[in-house]
């Protein structure tokens, strides 16, 4: 998922429309770019951290629950077992039954989570927000490439992004 050239004509151009709106509505595309570096900062994962925030110095994004490392390590996992295929994928599809449980937590964890990216200057635009997951039912959740992009992939795939030109 981390690897912008690989990804679908659909799956570029939501990502490039979305990162442009999101750029726009903190202060640009530096401040948006600044704040995934604070983000990269933050090691294992900026979404262990306790206070639940991270900020840059134009920026910063928050959320309303504590996650914890092994929901990160399991997302993960997801992101390697579904490296081979460049559309959104169904977390769920899944043979083993321990691990489809596992995976089932994790959706519960993050239902409730939203993201809140604002900046510093309320004159450098409105902010954004975003959840974890797409789409959820019973038998379905694929998570929101918004999010991994956000918190899995490097500043490089979200410069790519933003500089891609949509054909047609």
């Known amino acids: 998922m981390c690897n912008f050239n690989s990804l679908d004509t659909e799956s570029k151009s939501f990502i490039h429309l979305f990162m442009k709106k999101a750029a726009e509505n903190i202060g640009g595309e530096n401040f948006l770019l600044s704040l995934i570096e604070a983000m990269r900062s933050k090691k294992p994962n900026p979404l262990i951290l306790k206070e639940k925030k991270v900020s840059s110095n134009h920026s910063s994004i928050e959320w309303n629950k504590i996650i914890f490392k092994d929901k990160v390590d399991l997302i993960r996992e997801l992101l390697l077992y579904h490296t081979d295929t460049t559309n959104a994928t169904n ?36 902010g954004f927000s975003f959840k974890a997951f797409d789409e959820k039912s019973s038998d379905e959740a694929i998570i929101n490439p918004i999010f991994i992009a956000m918190f899995f992939c490097s500043a490089e795939f979200t410069k790519k992004a933003l500089k891609y030109e949509i054909q047609g």
Not at 92 to 115: G, M, Q, W, Y
Request: a positive charge.
């Open 91 to 126: 977390i769920l599809n899944l043979e083993s039954a321990k691990k489809k449980k596992k995976v089932l937590n994790l959706i519960r964890t993050f239902t409730s989570v939203e993201f809140f990216v604002t900046p510093q200057n309320k004159n450098d635009g409105m």
